[in-house]
């Protein structure tokens, strides 16, 4: 097992890491749309979180030499499941035409107030 760490993805808020590799799998940490830069969440509304989140989400593989087309399983997690459509829109544009599987939850609250979070897991090539 190998933990990863990068600053192309926000840091940790809590006591896990961003990523961990097991064989060929990697293991992401649900993404919130925290800017990797300024630490913090400045994004608004849905749609501009759900960029975010896909470009942390991104960063994160990037920093293993994966990509968006790695990802073989999301999952979505929403404060408010009438953001399905808005968010879906964003989700698919960023997934560049890859479709993995996936699930969708509504949930009370995300960290920070974040009203949206995604979890990947990419296999390595």
Do not use: W
Not at 70 to 77: D, G, I, L, Q
């Amino acid at each position: 097992m190998q933990i990863i760490a990068t600053p192309l993805a926000p840091a940790a808020v809590g006591p896990y890491s961003q990523a961990v590799r097991t064989g060929n799998l990697l293991f992401c940490s649900g993404q919130i749309p925290i800017n990797p830069t300024s630490g913090k969440i400045e994004a608004e509304d849905v749609e501009a979180q759900a960029r975010q989140v896909i470009s942390n989400i991104k960063g994160l593989l990037g920093s293993e030499g994966l990509s968006i087309q790695n990802v073989v399983k999301s999952t979505m997690f929403l404060q408010d499941m009438g953001d399905f459509a808005k968010v879906n829109a964003i989700y698919e544009e960023g997934y560049e035409g890859h479709k993995p599987a996936r699930s969708t939850i509504q949930v009370a609250k995300l960290p920070l107030g974040a009203l949206v979070e995604i979890e990947v897991i990419a296999e390595y090539p």
